[in-house]
């Protein structure tokens, strides 16, 4: 099936050339960051996270979000997702991919990377994290290779291969819960410590990833000649405003909470987001209006029957829980600091050039996995 | 420090190859083999109890806040600056191992006002040491690591620089090298290790100073106002002041339990 990646039109190509030049760039702004260190980035010793982590944190979430096509086909034998929970596998296989690399991007001596694994310290989360992350790469690149191979050859998928689907469900629900260990753990961390950040974090994976997941497919169904299915997409987008509401209905809880009960060390680090002078303030208040503007949209029946609102609807939910995570999550964390003073954090160039470049080899690899999905999907004839 | 660094190792590897279920605290006494980690727990390393050197159950540190004046303080940061050769960097990615922060900063929920002096007056805060410490709790590779007598110490060879530490330590004590620490070193003192950029690093209360019989560098230059000792051991001097003066801990609501007392 690998050989599907070698033929395409001159869209394909071109593409592949941007996101070829793109990875260079990024290769450079990284070599500037192994010689000279993470002094490139904007992160200090205040704001000890930045941009890296919080890319991942967020990916980690539509990576997830696989599930939500993977339960209703293979739980409740809804046949509208069989034609594309392929696209779902191979778009986690993606996510996954673009995390890891991140997490490396972060790391200030990549050099003894392997130290988490000669050293396994089962005390930490993110030797946790290491754990399921691979195993969630694994399994999907195993489940939707399989499964795309049978498919190919009209046959059905071996049995035990249900096995491994089966297991994905529950997998996909700890990559995220154990990303969300990793903070809500620590003491002192007002912003984060906090028992209803894992299902936060999967609510809003839950929303965003599917809508990633329609955005891609329209993408598809415009550049190839595969069609998708209107019904797959409908319910794709029904799931998605349901599970931004109860994202919002979750941040709703802990806005309660937090004001409420006035404790200062929880309170401050809303504060800075939402009111002040805080570079985040216009940030966080887009997130949120994006969210709940997305959720306006997707929860009417007809705006999901019309194309057009169904890829506004998504845009927003998917660009609303983007700033939130993949901002705001982590700068709200270390903001204030342990003593109470304000250090900003504004990413560097260098540090978004290095995101870039790592961006553009995770859609590289989504890219060429969707090929062979869309290829094989289109030879035998749907 | 050489030696408690290579010793370590050499613990952690038999740990490895007995890994142990039991929790930190009911760990046996210290002699190579015989320390293990919990599987669940910080985990804990042998410190060298016998030969040269001071030894303890259980190190603390006493800051007088009402000894310390400015002047003294800076003394005190400047002599374990230069003695661990920390560099001197001007931006927010600097490095501190032990640095002055007003009242109100250093207990943001443990102070008002009007105590005497005002809450703008400053005190030093370092490393707390602390018997439940989160920086080694989460450390996926072990590169920080508490030893039996309290000290949280770095293995600068093993840190990945994931910063995981920094974001579990509620008190800030903890810098990472941005960059080369090297050029902004002025004179580098041969006997400490320089570090590299890319490690986390912080204050070792001075575990390299206690092998040779001497107390930690700030106690030494503190004219008084900071104190050193043995938490278990009834009859020393610190037991002695904490017993006779009001003392506090930096948020002791987070269980950390710190081994830095603040004479109030
Ligand atoms: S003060 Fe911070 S760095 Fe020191 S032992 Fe406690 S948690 Fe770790
Ligand atoms: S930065 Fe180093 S010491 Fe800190 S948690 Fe990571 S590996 Fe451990």
Request: charged share 15%.
């Amino acid at each position: 099936m690998l050989e599907k990646v070698l033929k395409g039109n001159k869209v394909y190509w071109g593409w592949l050339a941007i996101l070829l030049a793109l990875m260079a760039v990024g290769a450079v702004c990284y070599g500037k960051q192994l010689v000279n260190g993470l002094t490139i980035t904007g992160m200090s010793r205040d704001v000890s996270w930045g941009f890296y982590i919080a890319q991942f944190t967020f990916l980690v979430g539509v990576a997830a979000s696989a599930v939500m096509m993977v339960i209703p086909k293979y739980l409740h034998d809804y046949k509208a997702y069989g034609k594309i929970l392929i696209f779902g596998e191979f778009n986690a296989v993606a996510m996954v991919c673009l995390c890891l690399m991140f997490i490396i991007a972060d790391l200030g001596s990549p050099q003894r990377l392997m130290n988490i694994i000669i050293h396994p310290t089962p005390n930490s989360m993110l030797f946790w994290d290491m754990i399921v992350l691979n195993g969630y790469l694994l399994i999907n690149i195993f489940v939707g290779w399989i499964t795309l191979q049978a498919y190919r050859k009209e046959v059905a998928p071996p049995q035990w291969i249900k096995f491994f689907i089966y297991l994905s469900i529950p997998w996909a629900v700890s990559i995220h819960t154990v990303t969300a260990f990793l903070y809500c753990g620590l003491p002192g961390r007002g912003y984060w410590m906090d028992a209803i950040l894992a299902s936060r974090f999967l609510a809003s994976a839950f929303a965003a990833g599917p809508a990633f997941l329609i955005i891609l497919l329209y993408i598809v169904k415009a550049t190839t000649s595969f069609d998708p299915g209107k019904e797959a997409l409908k319910s794709l987008g029904k799931t998605i405003a349901y599970a931004m509401s109860i994202n919002l209905f979750l941040v709703l809880c802990e806005v309660f909470t937090v004001n409420y009960s006035n404790i200062p060390s929880h309170l401050h680090h809303w504060h800075y987001l939402f009111f002040g002078d805080g570079v985040l303030v216009p940030w966080m208040w887009t997130s949120m209006s994006m969210c709940f503007v997305g959720v306006l949209i997707l929860i009417v029946p007809s705006n999901r029957e019309s194309d057009n609102m169904l890829i506004f609807g998504c845009l927003f939910v998917f660009i609303g829980a983007w700033i939130d995570k993949g901002l705001g999550m982590i700068g709200g964390g270390f903001v204030p600091n342990a003593l109470m003073e304000i250090t900003e954090y504004v990413p560097t160039q260098l540090e978004l050039g290095v995101a870039l470049g790592i961006y553009a080899a995770g859609f590289l690899i989504l890219t060429m996995l969707t090929k062979i999905a869309v290829g094989v999907k289109l030879e035998v004839g749907e | 420090m050489k030696n408690t660094r290579r010793k370590f190792l050499k613990v952690a590897g038999l740990a490895v190859l007995g890994w142990s279920m039991r929790p930190a605290s009911r760990l046996m006494a210290a002699h190579g083999a015989q320390s293990a980690e919990g599987l669940f727990m910080a985990s804990k390393h042998g410190a060298p109890k016998h030969g040269e050197g001071l030894h303890a159950g259980r190190w603390i540190m006493l800051i007088d806040t009402n000894k310390l004046t400015p002047a003294i303080e800076q003394k005190c940061i400047n002599a374990c600056h230069t003695n661990h050769n920390v560099p001197d960097i001007e931006t927010k990615q600097n490095i501190k191992w032990i640095w002055a922060e007003p009242l109100h900063n250093v207990f943001p929920e443990q102070m008002h006002e009007n105590i005497p002096g005002g809450t703008e007056r400053t005190t030093l805060v370092l490393c707390n040491h602390c018997t439940n410490p989160p920086c080694v709790r989460v450390c996926p590779t072990k590169a920080t690591f508490q030893r039996e007598d309290g000290i949280v110490m770095m293995d600068f060879h093993r840190c990945i620089g994931c910063r995981y530490c920094m974001a579990a330590c509620p008190y800030g004590s903890r810098s990472f090298n941005f960059m080369d620490p090297r050029p902004h070193i002025k004179d580098a003192i041969p006997e400490f290790p320089t570090r590299t950029k890319g490690v986390v690093e912080k204050c070792e209360f001075c575990s390299e100073r206690l092998a040779e019989g001497k107390l930690p560098y700030c106690v030494e230059v503190s004219e008084g106002a900071m104190m050193f000792g043995d938490l278990e051991d009834p009859e020393s001097e610190v037991r002695k002041v904490l017993a006779s003066r009001y003392s506090i801990r930096r948020k002791p609501e987070l269980g950390t339990e710190p081994g830095v007392y603040y004479l109030i």
